[in-house]
């Protein structure tokens, strides 16, 4: 185990065993999954053929060949053979008995703007045509990659259904990062077309979005990369209201464009169970970002099962997602699971606390929300801004989600009795961008609720805790270890675009039995996670054991954050570290060793965050830059940055007699902490 990891043991083991909460009666009674049998239905002996139930759970073109094709391992394959299409699932099959039903409801951040309900129709309609232009008039067809760049508006899931109605793989960077963030994406996802939108209402300021499209083209350019055609979505249709002009050739104004479309129908390409449906990057130790590559039957059939079994949700509920499309969680649990499902789901554009922290229960009860998706950090800052807020409203959530980062225990208490008036169960789901949906969870009706605790597998899924010999942890031993899951489920992603070295070195290699073998047995998955068992068989996430730091749920490579640090030429060294924040839960903190010969300077740590934030976003943010005469480091040269955090965090220092040059420290740690 690493030393980060041992010494954030050190304090998760003080904590206490949490006591259970019963889910509420009222939710037990129409729950969707409520057969205790599905634990011993899903035991690994049956494995793999009870992920034929979530199969089942789709409409299928042709029925697949193959269930599960483990002939390559680690890259497995499901449902091979299979004919399918990801929105036909989402759209079509609900149109016969509930077409005009809300499929989508988009919530502007200016609260005196009409909320809009598009019905499975609409969705029906506008997705087609999108569909039809983005064939006809840009030529994309099945495989293509296409990059979309944009904010919390319905145009968003248009693009990304009328892409796999096309058979075209989506790549969605979240919004809100940089242009350059936005320009690697598209370098290592290969597209030509980026799809962006002129701005967007962002915490009651109107941000624009165009611009950094023209910045992320720019930058692709330097980087060999073509960006051929830009299209733009107008916020408000028929206006135009970004700073930067429009690039006559490259850029194309969809609302405008789509007057020719107007009525076009598309029909769904025929695709594999075992094709793409998108990539979605995620930060990893090295660096470089790098893109889980979802598959179509696979995915789509295990976010539709965990949104019914663990998030309960059914064709009558009002669902809101949180989270921003741009994450995993926003194109699992807005887009793709509640839609097939043929639920009714909310996009809403802002921030939660805009322009107050009343705004999510007005939300909730306008359009009559019973499930609601958030994450920790969203929950304390609701908390901290309006403890009293939630009892003004007149909702009703049946089922409260939270998810993205370990949540505190007394954060979790305020949720389930404030936000949710002790009458909605709560699950605290854990998993990753890689997973495609939930790794643990409670069933809600079936199993108690532990705050902080994320619950045992969930139906299917057997995780592990090994120690750093590969050696079972087990449960109730107090001890944690390497979080692993034993078998792979339907959800896991096909691999790393482009990079099928990193795929088996990240998520396998460490933990595999024997790497000749073509048996799924010796290769469990790594999911780089600490994590303890109890003996009930739940467990607590301690966090990350390598180099990402989870922000606001959001994973971000240190490494990557250094390296944009590095870019400016004053700096010469620069570690990253995770501290500790009562709203975010983290934030990074940067350390960075200047040039020789350069003065250290307010001016300097200015052009150190402003480097940051425009290579990766906002998100990056350092909460402060240190400039420090020396980094800590090992004798073989290891940057120590579990030291910078305890500095940082004002936690015990630990062991130094592994450090090189330990006269620093104090150096450091009076600089910061005095
Ligand atoms: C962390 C987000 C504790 C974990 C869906 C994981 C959690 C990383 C939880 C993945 C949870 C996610 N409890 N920790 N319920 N959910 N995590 O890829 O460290 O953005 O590895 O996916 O978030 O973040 P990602």
């Known amino acids: ?17 949490e006591e259970y909460y019963q889910p509420p009666a009222s939710f037990v009674a129409q729950a969707n999954l409520l057969d205790g049998s599905i634990y011993e239905r899903f035991c690994l002996e049956n494995f793999p053929e009870y992920y034929k139930e979530f199969g089942q759970m789709l409409d299928w073109e042709k029925p697949w060949d193959v269930l599960f094709d ?42 005196d703007e009409r909320i809009e309900a598009v019905t499975y129709q609409d969705l029906f309609v506008r997705v087609n045509e999108v569909a039809a232009l983005l064939r006809d008039h840009f030529g994309l067809k099945k495989g293509d990659r296409v990059t979309i760049h944009m904010p919390m508006v319905i145009d968003l899931p248009v693009t990304m259904l009328a892409c796999a109605r096309l058979g075209v793989i989506h790549s969605m960077v979240y919004g809100g990062f940089s242009a350059q963030a936005c320009a690697d994406r598209m370098v290592d996802a290969d597209s030509s077309v980026l799809v962006t939108m002129d701005g967007y209402w962002r915490d009651g300021k109107w941000l624009d979005q165009k611009e950094k499209a023209d910045q992320a083209v720019e930058a692709a350019d330097k980087e060999g990369h073509r960006v051929n055609k830009v299209l733009v979505w107008q916020r408000y249709p028929a206006q135009y209201k970004s700073a930067s002009q429009i690039v006559e ?3 194309v104004i969809v609302n405008d464009l789509l007057r020719q479309y107007r009525g076009s129908q598309v029909a769904p390409e025929s695709m594999l169970g075992e094709d793409t449906l998108f990539l979605m990057y995620t930060s990893g130790s090295t660096g470089k970002p790098k893109a889980a590559q979802h598959s179509i039957g696979g995915y789509l059939s295990y976010v539709t099962a965990m949104s019914k079994y663990i998030l309960d949700i059914q064709p009558k509920d009002v669902y809101w997602c949180m989270a921003d499309i741009g994450w995993i969680t926003g194109h699992s649990f807005i887009v793709y699971g509640p839609l097939s499902l043929g639920a009714s789901s909310v996009v809403y554009e802002g921030s939660p606390t805009c322009p107050d922290a009343g705004r999510p229960w007005r939300i909730s009860e306008r359009l009559g929300v019973n499930i609601l998706h958030t994450s920790p950090t969203a929950i304390r800052s609701l908390r901290k801004l309006g403890p009293d807020e939630p009892a003004k409203y007149n909702y009703n959530y049946k089922l409260m989600v939270t998810v993205g980062e370990p949540i505190e225990p007394e954060v979790w208490r305020w949720y389930y009795n404030t936000v949710g008036n002790g009458q909605a169960a709560v699950v605290d789901t854990y998993w990753q961008t890689e997973n495609g949906g939930f790794l643990c969870s409670t069933v809600p009706a079936l199993k108690p609720m532990k705050p902080g605790s994320t619950g045992p597998g969930v139906p299917g899924i057997h995780p592990v805790i090994y120690d750093d010999e590969g050696k079972e942890v ?131 740590k200015t052009v150190v965050v402003d480097a940051i934030v425009k290579e990766i976003g906002p998100i990056a ?47 450091i740690r009076k600089m910061v902490q005095d």
């Not at 185990?1 to 065993?17: A, C």
């Not at 483990?70 to 890259?75: G, H, L």
Request: glycine share 8%; aromatic share 8%; net charge neutral.
């Open 1 to 17: 185990m690493n030393d980060e990891l041992s010494e954030q043991l050190k304090i998760e083991t003080h904590w206490q065993e």
């Open 70 to 111: 483990s002939s390559n391992p680690p890259f497995w394959r499901w449902f091979v053979g299979g004919r399918l299409n990801a929105a036909y699932n989402c759209i079509d099959r609900h149109l016969a008995e509930n077409k005009n039903k809300t499929a989508l409801y988009f919530v502007p951040e200016p609260e």
């Open 474 to 604: 087990p449960a109730g031993s107090g001890r944690g270890g390497n979080l692993c899951i034993k078998n792979p489920w339907p959800g896991i992603m096909l691999g790393i675009w482009g990079d099928p070295d990193r795929y088996v070195n990240t998520y396998y290699a460490r933990v595999c039995k024997n790497p000749n073998s073509k048996d799924w047995r010796d290769w469990p998955y790594f999911t780089g996670d600490g994590a303890m068992l109890a003996k009930d068989g739940y467990f607590r996430v301690l966090g990350r054991i390598d180099d990402v730091i989870n922000v606001a749920g959001h994973r971000l490579g240190t490494k990557e954050i250094e390296s944009a640090a590095l870019k400016v030429m004053q700096v010469a060294e620069a570690a990253v570290i995770a501290a500790h924040d009562d709203i975010k839960g983290v934030i990074p903190e940067v350390y960075v060793v200047l040039q020789p010969g350069v003065t250290p300077s307010k001016e300097v």
């Open 621 to 667: 943010r350092p909460r402060e830059v240190w400039i420090v005469p020396d980094l800590p480091k090992t004798r073989s040269g290891k940057i120590m940055r579990r030291v910078l955090a305890s500095i940082s965090n004002r936690s015990d220092l630990g062991d130094l007699t592994s450090l090189a040059n330990s006269e620093v420290v104090e150096n």
């Open 249 to 251: 050739g490259r850029d």
